[in-house]
């Protein structure tokens, strides 16, 4: 309760901080300090480095031009999505469309759409029916993932295999995805990884997130909103790479990195890299297939020390993908 606090408090420092900064930027008022530049002034005078300043301003300026936004900061709002939200909405009807939806959609998916605020009215439209969806499907997920599980401890007991690399499957597995939304005449379960087992309770809304599934090319937008710095002779030696050097044909189940663009689909990571692993959504040992619908292209981190360390899991519903964590959910379609 005491970082909660603590946490509020840093907040709404900063959206007022933010504020002043981007006053005194525009008004010029660091002349009257006797100081020549803004960034003089920010080095002598504030305990922050020129790029949370200038972060702070910006997301100063989008609680100046929003007053909508701004009243969600004060009322609990990050300054990161009220940022996002700032990118993607122009007129005040947007912003209070956009807010109904601000805590249902992940920080990195309000980023990624205001890459493209043309196309802003579709998509706001398209996160309002899956999240509207979102509390069935995940259901429909964790009883799935439920009955798999029983099935594999079962198979386990059974054949007296060792349950060794297939944390998340084993009888003793952590439990993943949202709680279950408890009465105020209820107290909450003594530990985190549980929850009341009430089939008829409804899931917790607040930690269950959206997300829309990209298009293969959509690596393209992020990497030319914002100019990249490398070291010398890097560029040349990419240039040279591309130019010479053939990437060998994927056989077997690494046909799905060339069919996911080699990009991680944990929609909290989104990492592209030619290193990326290949993970069975259910294992083989488990009776998995070597299907599409049952592979994933996931980075080295999200694989081995999420999946296999037992705090992630995927399961497929439908045309939909659910992503469970511990005590939460996200939906991508």
């Known amino acids: 309760e005491l970082v909660d606090q603590l946490l509020a408090a840093r907040r709404k420092r900063n959206a007022v901080l933010g504020r002043l900064l981007d006053q005194i930027k525009d008004c010029w008022l660091f002349l009257d300090w006797n100081y020549d530049r803004f960034d003089d002034w920010v080095r002598a005078e504030l305990d922050l480095s020129l790029r949370s300043a200038y972060r702070l301003r910006r997301a100063g300026r989008t609680l100046y031009w929003h007053p909508e936004i701004a009243a969600a900061v004060d009322g609990g709002l990050s300054l990161e999505r009220a940022q996002a939200l700032g990118d993607l909405v122009q007129t005040a009807a947007q912003a209070r469309s956009w807010l109904v939806l601000a805590n249902g959609v992940s920080l990195g998916e309000l980023r990624r759409a205001a890459r493209d605020p043309h196309s802003s009215t579709v998509q706001r439209q398209q996160y309002e029916k899956l999240l509207s ?11 799935q993932r439920q009955a798999r599980l029983d099935a594999a401890a079962q198979a386990l007991s059974e054949t007296g295999a060792s349950p060794t690399g297939l944390a998340g499957w084993h009888p003793g597995a952590r439990r993943l995805g949202p709680k279950t939304a408890l009465s105020p005449d209820q107290a909450q379960p003594a530990t985190g990884d549980s ?37 010398p002779g890097l560029l040349e030696a990419a240039r040279w790479l591309l130019d010479t050097v053939a990437l060998p044909a994927q056989r077997g189940c690494g046909r799905i990195k060339v069919k996911q663009d080699y990009t991680c689909q944990n929609p909290e990571c989104r990492r592209r890299s030619l290193r990326n692993h290949v993970h069975h959504d259910q294992p083989r040992s488990l009776g998995g297939t070597d299907d599409d619908d049952n592979l994933r292209c996931l ?27 511990p005590g939460r959910a996200e939906v991508v379609r």
């Open 299 to 325: 980075c080295a981190s999200c694989h081995l020390r999420l999946v296999h360390g037992g705090f992630m899991a995927v399961e497929r519903v439908g045309d939909a993908h659910v992503y469970l964590y």
């Open 133 to 143: 969806d979102a509390p069935a499907i995940v259901q429909q997920a964790l009883d």
């Open 195 to 231: 929850t009341p087992d009430d089939p008829g309770s409804a899931l917790d809304a607040e930690s269950i997130k959206v997300a829309l599934q990209r298009p293969v090319s959509d690596h393209t937008a992020e990497s030319t909103d914002r100019p990249l710095y490398v070291v």
